[in-house]
């Protein structure tokens, strides 16, 4: 079983950085790819970014791209997903969560496990 818990996000204005972190309770972290979802009212959840285990290769959105960075730390199992040029449209319930394996994937339903999620709130 594993246990993922966001932390960070909260109230920024346009054009502020806001920091996402995961910490997942898993054996193995690395035998993992990390992925960031979102969603808002009414919407279906959305990918925003991905990252494999070992190599940490990277996948985003276009809606994020050039704006949001993520990495992770293996020995500290902790993804971070980093948000720069925030815009009102990034304002969502973020989700981390993690597959096992190491294909680098979009689709929410290859996901087995989730965090609660975390709001993210920019204003214009």
């Known amino acids: 079983q594993v246990q993922l818990v966001e932390s960070g996000g909260g109230l920024a204005q346009t054009g502020d950085s806001l920091t996402l972190s995961c910490a997942a309770s898993?054996?193995?972290?690395?035998?993992?790819?990390m992925g960031w979802f979102r969603q808002t009212p009414g919407k279906e959840r959305e990918f925003v970014a991905a990252i494999s285990g070992s190599i940490a290769a990277t996948h985003y959105a276009d809606s994020v791209k050039g704006r949001f960075t993520l990495s992770r730390d293996n020995a500290k199992k902790t993804v971070v997903l980093q948000m720069n040029s925030l815009k009102p449209e990034d304002t969502a319930l973020y989700y981390c969560?993690?597959?096992?394996?190491?294909?680098?994937?979009?689709?929410?339903?290859?996901?087995?496990?989730w965090g609660q999620g975390i709001q993210v709130t920019v204003s214009a």
């Open positions: 969560a993690a597959r096992y394996g190491s294909a680098l994937n979009i689709a929410t339903g290859v996901y087995a496990y």
């Open positions: 898993v054996r193995t972290f690395s035998n993992y790819v």
